[in-house]
Structures are given as C-alpha cells and as structure tokens.
C-alpha cells in the first residue's frame, strides 16, 4: 500500500501544466504609416504588436492590401504600386487569432507616371475657309494613354485661324497638359493653311 501511496504524488507531478495566455494585443502600428509611390515603385513597411502597457509583442502579423490591383503587399511587408488613382489605398497588418478588428493602418498613394506627350490625330493639311474636328491624347511615360487629361486647344496666330476650346475644330497648337501636379507636355502642331 505505501508503494501505491508513492506513486500518486509521483503521477502528479509528471502532469502537464496549462500554457500561459498570450499576452493581448491592444494595438499594431504599421512604419512607414504613408507612402508615396510612383507605378512599379516599390517599398517596405513593418508592423509592430503592443500590449495595453506599450510593450512589444511577438506576435505573427500579416499583411492585407484592400484594393490589389492598385497595390499589392505581400506576408514580408514589401509593397508594390500597380496603378495610379485619385485615393489612397489602405494596406492593413492584423493578427489572425486577434481579427479582423484590431488592425493597424496604412496609406499608400501611387501618382500617375509624368506625361510624356500628346498624339495630335487629324489632316496634315486644311484649306481657307474649312473646319476640321481633330483628336489628341495624352502618354505618360509609362506609355499608357491617359483619358483622365483635359486638354485645351488654342491657335498660336488667331489671324489665320482659330480653335474652339470645347470642341476642337480648326487649326490649333496644343498649350500643357495637366497630369500629376508639376506636369505638363507642351507640343504643337503644325498645320499648314492653302489657299
């Protein structure tokens, strides 16, 4: 009977004890919190877990891109911008046990590549006393053609003929093209006037 007495204290110690709760996470940063990125761009970000008391957190954190097309990230935090946009896109790092909720933020803006220049398409050639409707568009520098770009026909010698800013239809030179802030491509075309 002792022997069995023994072997009780024994089997309880060999018993596992429960592991301690992961600490809580009350917020996760993301650094940098805003980038600015052109297309093709690309950067890293990194993202910290912290307890109510502001400590660090070792704790797994993935990365999530809310609009991918535009922006992509992948599980490291490296960023890549895919295409340019009027809003920033939001990336998120959250950790999956503590979801969805508990999130920390990001930013990313990705401009529209400069303009490169305007493809003015129409006659070579027009003859006094004639109209012509004439087409131009924008490329960056990316080689994309840009329809979010006003363009605004004038003529260099209103004398000999003239351009209708709302629908072009005569002989014109092209003045800049507004793109990103700071661009602009000032072509011209030369359109000669027989008589």
């Given at each position: 009977m002792?022997?069995?007495?023994?072997?009780?204290p024994a089997l309880m110690a060999?018993?596992?004890?429960?592991p301690a709760p992961a600490p809580k996470i009350a917020r996760i940063a993301i650094t940098p919190a805003t980038l600015t990125l052109r297309i093709n761009d690309t950067a890293t970000v990194a993202a910290t877990a912290?307890?109510?008391?502001?400590?660090?957190?070792?704790?797994?954190?993935?990365?999530?891109?809310?609009n991918r097309?535009?922006?992509?990230?992948?599980?490291?935090?490296?960023?890549?911008?895919?295409?340019a946009g009027n809003q920033p896109v939001q990336?998120?790092?959250?950790?999956?046990?503590?979801?969805?909720?508990?999130?920390?933020?990001?930013?990313?803006?990705?401009?529209?590549?400069?303009?490169?220049?305007v493809e003015v398409q129409g006659s070579p050639r027009m003859f006094a006393g004639t109209t012509e409707r004439s087409r131009a568009?924008?490329?960056?520098?990316?080689?994309?053609?840009r329809d979010n770009v006003t363009i605004v026909w004038v003529s260099d010698n209103p004398?000999?003929?003239?351009?209708?800013h709302s629908a072009p239809a005569w002989p014109r030179s092209v003045p800049p093209a507004a793109g990103s802030p700071g661009d602009s491509v000032s072509p011209s075309c030369q359109i000669p006037l027989a008589r």
């Open positions: 002792i022997a069995g007495l023994l072997l009780v060999q018993q596992p004890t429960a912290y307890d109510s008391a502001g400590n660090r957190l070792a704790v797994p954190l993935t990365f999530i891109s809310f097309r535009a922006v992509g990230v992948d599980s490291l935090g490296h960023v890549k911008a895919y295409r990336i998120v790092a959250l950790n999956l046990d503590a979801g969805f909720a508990l999130r920390g933020t990001a930013n990313v803006t990705v401009n529209w590549p400069g303009l490169a220049r568009r924008v490329v960056d520098s990316a080689g994309v053609a004398s000999v003929a003239s351009a209708d």
